[in-house]
């Protein structure tokens, strides 16, 4: 695909910046989880490993060189994997309570597997001598 790489680096902008929207919002308590800002929970901050490899991703989706498009293939797998595990930990019931999923949690799904599929599609000149 002539663009795939273009397209890779701006999902991967679109997924920084869902990092930052509210994921969940559980109610009893008041409290809007973001990627960053997770009140007093013990989720940690699910949206720093994805800043980390949406970065590497960045970076790698801008070379040009047949490895970097490997490694990016590998990073994008990693952050895939990660968005899944945040949705199980943070749209999990517990004791009794369900957390209200908001539509930023379904869109890093889909935002972070349409990145892994832009990494499957790089134009490589296979004609270079």
């Known amino acids: 695909m002539k663009y795939s790489q ?27 989880i973001t990627g960053w800002k997770v009140a007093e929970t013990n989720f940690g901050q699910p949206g720093k490993f994805m800043l980390y490899m949406g970065v590497m991703n960045l970076l790698l989706f801008a070379l040009p060189y047949i490895a970097a498009k490997r490694f990016n293939m590998v990073f994008a797998i990693l952050n895939f994997s990660w968005t899944i595990r945040n949705y199980l930990v943070l749209a999990a019931c517990s004791m009794g309570e369900c957390p209200e999923k908001q539509w930023s949690l379904y869109a890093c799904i889909f935002v972070s597997f349409a990145i892994l599929v832009m990494t499957f599609l790089p134009k490589i000149d296979v004609n270079k001598k």
């Open 6 to 32: 273009t397209i890779g680096f701006i999902l991967t902008l679109f997924l920084l910046f869902l990092t930052t929207q509210p994921l969940i919002i559980i109610e009893s308590r008041h409290w809007v």
